[in-house]
């Protein structure tokens, strides 16, 4: 049962993920990302990650709805029939996507032992990814990275005000 | 196995149950909507659905005309819209509002022979920021509706709307702060459980006690989410026609229609859960009625579990009339003084009661 949803939902997951690159429409493509990045919280969810999987859809559905909104209005809304990538760059998105590729087989391998397999233990300790355990941990053992995010995203928000602020012209 | 296949079953029903009865009541909504307004404006409404000749039980013969006429009008598609997200808008507005209702508890617990039933559809561990996420979602329908039609007032609806979302979500997304703090649990059920005692001995504890400001604040950002007046510039007829939805007719047109009336339930569905006690009868334990004084009724769970689930509809539905009252009362706002109230009325003010929860709680203790 578990094995069938994951499939058909990794299949659905990937084929959205390549409609974000693979569509011209640039609103279309925004909604991929967000069947994307919804599906990846139901992802969570089988992980036992309840906390994560909530915060994925409402950090990241807000967030791009923010972007959703540009598309929208500041684009140019009419699909742009003329390739206007230079050649040259298609070699580069061809190699790097290639690295890239490479370097995640390579990781798969190294981390063979670590994948689900018949000798693993399959269901998570109770309480694992609750909101309990996650904020128990983000208090204790990594409230110093907790607090530099939190003084990272001070930054971003004054940044926003500052450049909010400046008069135009 | 057998117990598995019965959960399942439990669980199918409860979701069953739950979703048909929030459609009805949506449905019946838009009779007490328009009976409401007339009401109010001093004249007769809604009396027009006669059918077979029988005009007189109006709610009845609305709820049956409404759906009809919706289903049988024609599926206009005007020319030049993105055919797929002007399709796909109507659903993605609806889903979200229907499936918050899952974290909703309507009751306590049920107990058929050895099984006990969470009455609840699903029990969630984050049940209040799976709100959060469903609400966030609920932008989107309104958004794709008025960029997808290709007219102008169904965008500027859209990104009227888009805009008020988001900023009352901050403001409710604070008022659900401090009520986390004020129950220490996210999963609704315990919040409702939470508010099981009594103050003095005869005043039920509810929620509303602890967080007067916390519900001000809520029901204001409820009622800008679910864009009724005061907060239905996205839609203000006299501007923008209809605003995201202009475009729209028969059955998408219904969809959207019935959303807001979903939303208004929903509305009062968290509000009486949180604020109200949710299913919780005063002096109404899991095993009977126990009076201040010593007398006690004791009653068996069945008969405990339909007056819980008696009392929790009994509070959706006063503040569903709470809601279609407000809404015939005021004028709308204009831009600005929506986007004020949002940013420098209410968003402050949430601030300031989750901050003062926070040192409360540390002064004196958990409650």
């Known amino acids: 049962m578990g094995f069938v949803l994951f499939f058909l939902l990794g299949g659905l997951m990937v084929a959205s993920a390549l409609g974000v690159v693979l569509t011209s429409h640039p609103v279309r493509s925004t909604l991929c990302l967000v069947v994307t990045l919804?599906?990846?919280?139901?992802?969570?969810?089988?992980?036992?990650?309840?906390?994560?999987?909530?915060l994925q859809v409402v950090v990241y559905a807000g967030a791009i709805m923010v972007v959703f909104l540009f598309v929208i209005m500041l684009l140019n809304l009419q699909v742009d029939p003329h390739e206007r990538t230079p050649p040259s760059w298609r070699f580069f998105t061809l190699g790097g996507a290639s690295v890239f590729v490479l370097?995640?087989?390579?990781?798969?391998r190294a981390a063979g032992t670590l994948l689900p397999g018949p000798g693993m233990q399959s269901a998570a300790p109770a309480g694992f990814g609750s909101i309990e355990a996650v904020g128990l941990r983000l208090y204790t053992q990594y409230l110093l990275q907790f607090e530099i995010t939190g003084l990272l995203m001070l930054a971003g928000v004054i940044g926003a005000v500052v450049l909010a602020k400046r008069r135009v012209g | 196995m057998d117990s598995l296949w019965f959960e399942l079953a439990v669980s199918t029903i409860k979701a069953l149950?739950?979703?048909l009865m929030v459609l009805q009541l949506a449905g019946m909504l838009g009779w007490v909507e328009r009976k409401?307004?007339?009401?109010?404006?001093?004249?007769?409404?809604?009396?027009?659905?006669?059918?077979?000749?029988?005009?007189?039980?109006?709610?009845?013969?609305?709820?049956?005309?409404?759906?009809?006429?919706?289903?049988?009008?024609?599926d206009l598609i005007p020319e030049g819209v993105d055919h797929l997200?002007?399709?796909?808008?109507?659903?993605v507005h609806l889903f979200p509002a229907l499936v918050t209702f899952a974290v909703i508890p309507f009751g306590d617990v049920l107990v058929i022979g050895d099984h006990t039933i969470n009455l609840q559809v699903a029990p969630l561990n984050v049940g209040i920021l799976f709100i959060?996420?469903?609400?966030?979602?609920?932008?989107?329908?309104?958004?794709?509706?008025?960029?997808?039609?290709?007219?102008?007032?169904?965008?500027?609806?859209?990104?009227?709307?888009?805009?008020q979302m988001i900023s009352y979500e901050l403001a409710m997304g604070l008022a659900l702060v401090a009520m986390i703090m004020t129950y220490g649990t996210l999963d609704l059920q315990a919040m409702v459980r939470g508010q099981g005692g009594h103050f003095l001995g005869f005043i039920p504890a509810w929620g509303i006690w602890y967080q007067p400001l916390a519900f001000i604040i809520f029901l204001c950002a409820g009622i800008a989410e679910s864009k009724r007046v005061p907060f239905d510039l996205p839609e203000s007829e006299s501007e923008l026609v209809s605003g995201f939805f202009t475009e729209y007719s028969g059955t998408k047109h219904l969809m959207f229609f019935m959303t807001d009336f979903v939303e208004v339930i929903l509305v009062a569905g968290l509000v009486t859960t949180l604020f109200f006690g949710g299913w919780q009868v005063p002096f109404l334990a899991r095993d009977g009625?126990?009076?201040?004084?010593?007398?006690?009724l004791l009653l068996p769970n069945v008969v405990v579990a339909v007056l819980q689930i008696v009392s929790f509809s009994v509070k959706v539905l006063f503040f569903c009339w709470l809601q279609i009252m407000i809404r015939w009362t005021l004028p709308r706002f204009r831009y600005d003084q929506l986007m004020r109230l949002g940013w420098i009325g209410l968003l402050p003010l949430g601030f300031l009661n989750a901050i003062v929860t926070a040192v409360v709680i540390l002064a004196w203790g958990q409650h």
Request: net charge neutral; hydrophobic share 60%.
């Open chain 1, 38 to 54: 919804f599906l990846l919280a139901v992802f969570f969810i089988f992980l036992d990650a309840d906390f994560v999987a909530a």
């Open chain 2, 289 to 296: 009625f126990h009076f201040p004084g010593g007398a006690e």
């Open chain 1, 103 to 108: 370097a995640v087989l390579y990781l798969l």
């Open chain 2, 132 to 163: 959060l996420a469903m609400v966030s979602l609920g932008v989107y329908g309104v958004v794709l509706g008025g960029w997808a039609s290709n007219n102008r007032w169904s965008l500027l609806g859209g990104i009227r709307g888009s805009a």
């Open chain 2, 36 to 74: 409401g307004s007339a009401l109010i404006q001093d004249r007769i409404g809604a009396n027009r659905a006669s059918i077979f000749g029988f005009a007189g039980a109006g709610l009845i013969n609305t709820m049956m005309a409404d759906p009809l006429k919706f289903l049988t009008k024609e």
């Open chain 2, 17 to 19: 149950v739950v979703l």
């Open chain 2, 85 to 91: 997200l002007h399709t796909l808008a109507p659903a």
